[in-house]
């Protein structure tokens, strides 16, 4: 019996999979392409499965391939199967132990790239990525600024051991220092002055409602990734108040901030007196989801 080719297994996955909403990029093309690819041993994300040819499959492959799509129909993440996600057009590894990358916080990326920017005065600005994950922003920020100095922390050893794998496969093990601990705990004792620019990409969701976030999320993704403790703030709160202490003068903080947590935060920062220049970066649906202050 013949084995059924790409247009056939794709319009049965259009049949049956349902595409996860906070991965926007993922369509049921290049999830196939992607599952393809990586049944053939190439392992990639579904946004760069567009660029690679598919190639012939064999037996072995094929049985591969007919596993990896029922895995995802069954709701096991894209990214868990193909092991990559693309971040701000870097391929990273992933896996259970950190957030999958969104492309939502391409938002910050590239608001932190602009930071970069404006607080080099021509030297290296100094960069710190608090809850780095796989090392996705803080990896993608020292490949874009090459002349910045950028360090990474994590709560979870697990989730800094993948960003070990991504720093290593952009060759940035001298460059990149990894750290572990809560927030700013890693940092006691450095030596040296403050960060031009802290990033954050905090847990920003109430307790109670990560379970709600359905099951992809849910089962397959660290809680520690979505948990921000009481009315999903607490995290985000501990990050302004604590970020000061670890900036340089005039250094920036920029973080991300859940939908319709924005303006509250804004509110809050402008009433104090630490920070000024306190904005707020809407994305394409006009929502706050990205918080800038300086010190
Ligand atoms: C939303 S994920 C962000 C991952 C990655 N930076 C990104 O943007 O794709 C939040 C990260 O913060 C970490 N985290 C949670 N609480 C933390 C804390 N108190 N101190 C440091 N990191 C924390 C989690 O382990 C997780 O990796």
């Known amino acids: 019996m013949s084995q059924p080719g790409f247009d056939e297994l ?9 595409l996860p909403a906070d991965k926007p990029e993922e369509n049921h093309e290049n999830t196939l392409r992607a599952l393809w690819l990586t049944a053939a041993g190439e392992k990639v994300s579904a946004v760069a499965s567009m660029a690679s040819v598919l190639p012939a499959l064999d037996d072995d492959q094929r049985e591969r391939l007919t596993g990896l799509l029922a895995k995802r129909v069954q709701g096991k993440p894209l990214a868990h199967l193909t092991e990559r996600a693309n971040f701000m057009g870097f391929e990273f ?29 021509g030297g290296a600005a100094l960069c710190l990525d608090v809850g780095t994950g796989c090392g996705n922003l803080a990896i ?15 709560i979870s050893e697990a989730a800094i051991d993948l960003a070990r794998q991504n720093v290593r496969r952009y060759d940035l093990q001298d460059k990149l220092p990894l750290l572990v601990g809560d927030l700013f705990a890693p940092l006691a004792g ?33 809680t520690a990734a979505f948990d921000g403790g009481f009315g999903g703030m607490a995290v985000l709160r501990r ?25 509250l935060v804004i509110k809050q920062l ?10 707020g970066i809407c994305d394409t649906d006009g929502i706050v989801r ?5 010190i």
């Open 10 to 18: 794709l319009e049965d996955l259009r049949a049956k999979l349902v």
């Open 93 to 121: 590894v992933v896996g259970p132990a950190a957030l999958i990358p969104r492309q939502e916080t391409e938002l910050l990326g590239t608001t932190a790239l602009r930071l970069l920017d404006a607080t080099s005065h």
């Open 140 to 154: 993608a920020l020292a490949l874009k600024c090459p002349s910045a100095r950028l360090w990474a922390s994590d």
């Open 190 to 222: 450095r030596e040296g002055g403050g960060f031009d620019l802290i990033v954050c990409n905090p847990p920003y969701i109430s307790p109670q409602r990560v379970p709600q976030m359905g099951p992809e999320i849910a089962d397959h993704e660290p």
């Open 239 to 263: 990050l302004v108040t604590e970020a000061p202490q670890h900036l340089a003068p005039g250094g920036w903080l920029a973080f991300e901030v859940g939908v319709g947590q924005g303006e």
């Open 270 to 279: 402008q009433a104090g007196s630490t920070y000024r220049e306190v904005i």
């Open 290 to 294: 990205v918080v800038t202050a300086k």
